[in-house]
């Protein structure tokens, strides 16, 4: 088995790959996720939020592939996650206040999340990688139900303010795109990028049958 590492403290991100074979070493990037949007907003003011997913999966590939020195790993994979409502980005609420607000804006519409991959060979250093984004469609909760999540306190460290795979899940109506790319990982995705790097899925991720 190749040792892969996920640039990512997402446990939503690390239960996906577990469940797909993948058994990876986590590395937190500790990029400072705000410095790149800024310098990527003076760069081009017309930056889309689906370009700024890619951007921030990019610079924490980018930091831990650079950072690796152990010549048994093999892959590093980073990703981020934003939601799109009305043009705009919705990262991580980071507050109750926000985390609210953002419920309110959403409930009974629909918003797009978008998740950026970037896939880093360490043996040669050639990378792959791109979005996906998947159409959410939210409930017309009720303002007790907002208040009632947002006080799990799930919502204000994921982006957009709510999951698929936790506490969140009940308030999503349906998801018009693969859902492992709301959960922040789009699967068939990283099959691709595996292709496109010239390696097969299985001889990456393990088969339990």
């Known amino acids: 088995m190749t040792s892969f590492v996920l640039a990512s403290a997402s446990p939503a991100r690390l239960g996906l790959l577990r469940a797909a074979g993948i058994e990876p070493q986590v590395v937190v990037s500790e990029v400072d996720e705000d410095a790149v949007e800024s310098l990527a907003r003076q760069q081009d003011p017309g930056l889309t939020p689906r370009r700024l997913a890619q951007l921030l999966a990019e610079a924490k590939g980018d930091a831990v592939a650079s950072r690796t020195t152990d010549e048994r790993v093999r892959w590093v994979l980073a990703c981020d996650s934003v939601l799109e409502v009305d043009g ?20 009974g519409r629909s918003a797009v999340l978008h998740t950026g991959h970037h896939l880093v060979d360490m043996r040669d250093g050639r990378t792959a990688g791109g979005p996906a984004s998947a ?67 299985w001889s990456v991720a393990q088969s339990r049958a």
Not at 88 to 98: D, I, L, M, N, R
Not at 101 to 107: A, F, K, N, S, T
């Open 135 to 201: 159409t959410v469609r939210f409930a017309s909760v009720t303002d007790a139900e907002v208040e009632g999540y947002v006080a799990t306190g799930e919502p204000l460290h994921v982006a957009g303010g709510f999951t698929l795979d936790g506490l969140g899940a009940p308030f999503v109506e349906s998801i018009e795109g693969h859902p492992s790319t709301v959960v922040g990982l789009c699967l068939p995705l990283l099959r691709r990028l595996l292709t496109d790097l010239g390696t097969d899925w």
């Open 88 to 107: 705009q980005v919705h990262g991580k609420p980071g507050t109750p206040e926000v985390a609210r607000e953002r419920w309110q804006q959403v409930r």
